[in-house]
């Protein structure tokens, strides 16, 4: 029987679960902390921060990063704080549930450093536009007018699935399945990116429990960003007119960082 969810799309999800690759599992039972690891650095969440902040075009280097962050080398603020905001951010994820509060709580904390006060963790009420680095519009997202309704249906979908018991293939599907559709629905007026990416690895611990925050799936998606935007723009130029059926390659991105 279909899960009754609002706007998570399932077309793909027999098809997803009978190409998805078992040994992934194993891969996935065998992840273990770094040995750079202590009790105040986590070296996978240093990698999620760098990697998230990279693909937005964050000038940081992983191994500068834990220099600060582990052994206390000093930077100019301006090449750390971002990252900073954002690694503090994860951890906040790594002992909170997630929730409708707990992301936006999330979305104020990663844009300490990008966002006025009074767009943190908050809706946009404007038009947003993705644009190309030679200024053409590549993508018109939701309307201000539908976000809030949007973000409803996403909450509750987001809630449903949470209380749902699914299985591993499953929880993969709708992890990055839930990137994508906030992704796309872009209600935020900056850091849709940071915040979708730590939504799909959150998601994932929730249902799979700590070993999820080993997962290198930012830096997967730092390494293949052509294929990453390739993949998010073959659904279509505005969002009323998405199709969801284009999704595949996009989905398939999350369990090849395994």
Same mark, same amino acid.
């Given at each position: ?37 202590? +009790?105040?650095?986590? %070296? @996978? ?9 990279? =693909?937005?075009? !964050? #000038? ?89 309704? +949007?973000?409803?249906? %996403? @909450? ?9 018991? =699914?299985?591993? !293939? #499953? ?88």
């Amino acid at each position: 029987m279909s899960p009754p969810l609002k706007i998570i799309p399932i077309q793909l999800l027999e098809e997803y679960k009978t190409a998805f690759d078992i040994s992934i599992k194993h891969n996935f039972d065998e992840l273990q902390d770094s040995e750079l690891s202590i +009790e105040n650095f986590s %070296f @996978y969440t240093s990698v999620s921060a760098v990697f998230s902040s990279k =693909i937005e075009g !964050e #000038d940081i280097e992983l191994d500068s990063f834990i220099k600060h962050k582990r052994f206390g080398v000093n930077y100019r603020p301006d090449y750390t704080q971002k990252i900073d905001d954002l690694y503090n951010t994860y951890e906040f994820a790594k002992s909170n549930r997630l929730s409708a509060d707990t992301l936006m709580e999330a979305h104020r904390l990663l844009t300490k450093n990008i966002l006025h006060p009074s767009e943190q963790g908050r809706f946009r009420n404007s038009n947003m536009y993705v644009m190309t680095d030679d200024g053409r519009i590549e993508y018109v997202a939701a309307t201000p007018e539908s976000v809030t309704s +949007e973000m409803r249906k %996403f @909450y509750d979908d987001l809630e449903y699935l949470l209380d749902t018991e =699914i299985s591993f !293939e #499953d929880v993969f599907h709708f992890a990055a399945m839930l990137h994508l559709v906030f992704v796309k629905i872009h209600p935020l007026s900056d850091g849709n990116g940071r915040t979708a990416r730590l939504l799909e690895k959150w998601f994932l611990a929730e249902k799979l429990g700590e070993k999820a925050w080993f997962i290198e799936s930012e830096r997967n998606y730092y390494n293949h960003h052509k294929t990453y935007y390739n993949n998010l723009r073959a659904l279509g130029l505005e969002y009323e007119t998405l199709d969801y059926t284009n999704a595949m390659p996009f989905l398939q991105m999350l369990p090849a960082s395994l």
